[in-house]
């Protein structure tokens, strides 16, 4: 027996109280909602116990993580993970930025690429520090198009 929505309007076959299933999902059912595992807010819950941001967070952040790289920087996810393997000044292997030498962000070749920690990418865009970690990149093998652009004293 075919019978007509009761907002839409759309004919159907089989009715969910007179509602089509798109109309009776948004109108009329409710997600039970329950402790999420790992944040413990009472929120409906996607799978695994957890809500949908605990979820997105533990399951989709690699993947999430790999869309940004792509779309930021324009490099692959095999490219960004060697190159921020570790600091290429101190080898801190923990948490690495990825810097662009020329500062163009626009110039994303592997020589333009260089890992530094937080503190080494702090301390390179900072007038302070910024011969000093120059000199010391330099020393490790990287070349720099302008290296005049730094030689001046504060």
């Known amino acids: 027996m075919i019978k007509k929505c009761k907002n839409c309007g759309e004919e159907i076959e089989h009715e969910a109280k007179g509602f089509c299933h798109k109309c009776y999902v ?3 059912w409710k997600p039970k909602e329950k402790e999420c595992k790992r944040c413990k807010r009472i929120l409906p819950l996607k799978a695994k116990g ?3 941001g605990c979820y997105n967070t533990i399951f989709m952040l690699e ?3 790999a869309r940004n790289h792509r779309i930021r920087h324009n490099i692959s996810v095999e490219l960004y ?3 921020t393997k570790k600091c290429a000044v101190c080898k801190f292997n923990k948490i690495v930025d990825l810097h662009h030498l020329d500062e163009n962000k626009s110039n994303n070749s592997r020589e333009n690429l260089v890992g530094l920690c937080p503190n080494h990418h702090k301390m390179f865009h900072d007038l302070r520090y910024r011969n000093e970690i120059a000199q010391q990149l330099r020393e490790k093998g990287f070349n720099f198009k302008e290296e005049g652009k730094w030689n001046f004293k504060l």
Request: proline content about 0%; overall charge positive; aromatic content about 0%.
């Open 50 to 52: 957890l809500c949908g």
């Open 81 to 83: 993970n060697e190159i």
């Open 63 to 65: 993947a999430t993580k």
């Open 26 to 28: 948004k109108l009329v």
